[in-house]
């Protein structure tokens, strides 16, 4: 079963201004489907963005830190597609590289991509925690009628 991820009415998935179907207005370039497995989440990605751009837009949180190809954060598996990299050399091993391993913080798609990514998460899909809140206590009855109150005299 496909699901897809809905945005904010009159957002675009780069976050700008959309059509009723969520494309950038005026956007001349293709848009690449980006599908999120075992969760089955898929957004949309333009050639020139990132992976990690195009999926916290659309509200998929992919693990990151660094964004530029070093701390290794985001590192996941490529299971179909291809990509291109915004840097010469990400932070990638040749054999990572061979295994299908990518990082999507500077990778951009250049085809369709599935990407086996378990530890992404939806913020909005989240479970809501559950807010406790203490019992009142009783209301103490006091009574303050003239003939309760201390007295005091003046001298």
């Not at 980006?34 to 751009?53: I, K, M, N, R």
């Not at 598996?77 to 590289?97: H, T």
């Not at 250049?110 to 990407?115: K, Q, T, Y």
Request: glycine share 8%; proline share 11%.
């Amino acid at each position: 079963m496909e699901r897809s991820i809905e945005l904010p009415k009159g957002r675009a998935v780069n976050g700008g201004p959309a059509d009723r179907s969520g494309h950038d207005i005026g956007m001349d370039e293709p848009r690449l489907r980006v599908t999120v497995e075992p969760h089955g989440w898929t957004f949309e990605t333009a050639p020139d963005q990132s992976l990690l751009q195009a999926g916290l837009a659309a509200g998929v949180r992919l693990p990151h830190s660094c964004r530029n190809g070093t701390c290794r954060a985001c590192i996941t598996q490529l299971r179909s597609g291809e990509i291109s990299y915004r840097i010469e050399w990400p932070g990638l091993s040749r054999e990572e590289k061979a295994e299908g391993w990518i990082l999507p913080c500077v990778a951009c798609a250049r085809s369709d991509l599935v990407l086996d990514a378990p530890q992404a998460t939806r913020p909005a899909a989240a479970p809501r925690p559950t807010v406790l809140t203490a019992p009142k206590p009783p209301v103490a009855s006091v009574d303050v009628s003239p003939d309760t109150l201390p007295t005091t005299t003046q001298k």
